[in-house]
């Protein structure tokens, strides 16, 4: 299985991004897509899930700013990410996590900057 993330970029505190992850291989058809984000000098951490019937949830940190969707026939895993902050700022990876084998995969990281 791989992932390909995109969409990264700088913007400005206060605007949006939409970040899009494509995913090839073998895939269960029950899984969990998700993004992470690690700022430097922190630990990774998940800012959103989505599982393949659509249930999803949040960091509290990202409540009401970001959205997380999913195109099942794409393979496909979005991160709608508005009112952005400087402390949004973070390389941001997409995962899978397949259902029942609990094998997991990683995208390569996009890089996210918020100027203040």
């Known amino acids: 299985v791989q992932l390909q993330a995109s969409g990264g970029g700088l913007v400005q505190a206060g605007g949006s991004l939409r970040l899009s992850c494509v995913a090839s291989?073998?895939?269960?058809?029950?899984?969990?897509m998700g993004w992470y984000r690690q700022a430097p000098g922190k630990e990774r951490e998940r800012v959103a899930a989505?599982?393949?019937?659509?249930?999803?949830n949040y960091a509290d940190s990202v409540k009401g700013r970001f959205t997380i969707s999913r195109d099942n026939a794409k393979n496909t895993v979005y991160l709608q990410m508005t009112s952005l902050k400087p402390d949004d700022t973070a390389v941001y990876y997409c995962?899978?996590?397949?259902?029942?084998?609990?094998?997991?995969?990683w995208g390569q990281g996009t890089q996210v900057t918020v100027s203040s």
């Open positions: 291989g073998r895939i269960s058809s029950m899984n969990v």
């Open positions: 989505i599982s393949s019937p659509g249930s999803t």
């Open positions: 995962n899978i996590l397949l259902l029942p084998s609990r094998s997991q995969y």
